[in-house]
């Protein structure tokens, strides 16, 4: 056995049937339901219990991540959001129509992701119009992070079903 042959054996692009790919969602959805536009979710909680000094550490630091999601906006969010739908659009067609279960596996990651990237943008505008301080941006950031976690159980839900379904019609336990 070669080494290519360990490689691809290793990285199989049968990704449903593949542990990495079901680690791989575990850990992306993980991560992002606890980085919330960009600030890790124990500093709103830290904010919330010890105040002060904690609250304006994450008042700057939200402020920041804000101000930053709103210029790559501003100044090239019609270029991202054309190249994300030209390669969403690209996975979907190749992966549904295909039938190519790699760009399958990455579109039921990349799809989701995309919406939380708007909700992201959406909640930074929310902010920065309101001038959200104290609690009213703990809540804000709360009320963000739980739309993620919703997003990302059912996008988990969707990828799980749709995975057994591969492995039961085209995989490893039905062919």
């Given at each position: 056995?070669?080494?290519?042959?360990?490689?691809?054996?290793?990285?199989?692009?049968?990704?449903?049937?593949?542990?990495?790919?079901?680690?791989?969602?575990?850990?992306?959805?993980?991560?992002?339901?606890?980085?919330?536009?960009?600030?890790?979710?124990?500093?709103?909680?830290?904010?919330?219990?010890?105040?002060?000094?904690?609250?304006?550490?994450?008042?700057?630091?939200?402020?920041?991540?804000?101000?930053?999601?709103?210029?790559?906006?501003?100044?090239?969010?019609?270029?991202?959001?054309?190249?994300?739908?030209?390669?969403?659009?690209?996975?979907?067609l190749l992966g549904f129509v295909y039938a190519n279960?790699?760009?399958?596996?990455?579109?039921?990651?990349?799809?989701?992701?995309?919406?939380?990237?708007?909700?992201?943008?959406?909640?930074?505008?929310?902010?920065?119009?309101?001038?959200?301080?104290?609690?009213?941006?703990?809540?804000?950031?709360?009320?963000?992070?739980?739309?993620?976690?919703?997003?990302?159980?059912?996008?988990?839900?969707?990828?799980?079903?749709?995975?057994?379904?591969?492995?039961?019609?085209?995989?490893?336990?039905?062919?």
């Amino acid at each position: 056995m070669d080494w290519y042959s360990t490689l691809f054996e290793l990285i199989d692009m049968r990704s449903f049937s593949n542990l990495w790919f079901w680690i791989v969602l575990a850990v992306v959805w993980s991560t992002t339901s606890h980085w919330v536009i960009g600030v890790p979710y124990d500093m709103v909680l830290r904010a919330r219990r010890h105040g002060e000094q904690a609250m304006t550490d994450l008042e700057d630091i939200v402020r920041i991540n804000v101000n930053r999601l709103l210029f790559i906006a501003q100044m090239s969010g019609l270029w991202l959001l054309g190249f994300g739908c030209f390669g969403l659009t690209m996975l979907g067609l190749l992966g549904f129509v295909y039938a190519n279960e790699f760009a399958q596996a990455v579109f039921l990651l990349g799809f989701p992701l995309s919406i939380v990237g708007l909700l992201s943008l959406s909640t930074a505008r929310l902010i920065s119009e309101e001038g959200s301080e104290g609690e009213v941006l703990c809540k804000r950031l709360t009320r963000h992070r739980l739309y993620t976690q919703i997003i990302g159980m059912l996008s988990i839900f969707v990828t799980a079903i749709w995975g057994m379904y591969q492995n039961l019609t085209l995989g490893a336990l039905g062919g």
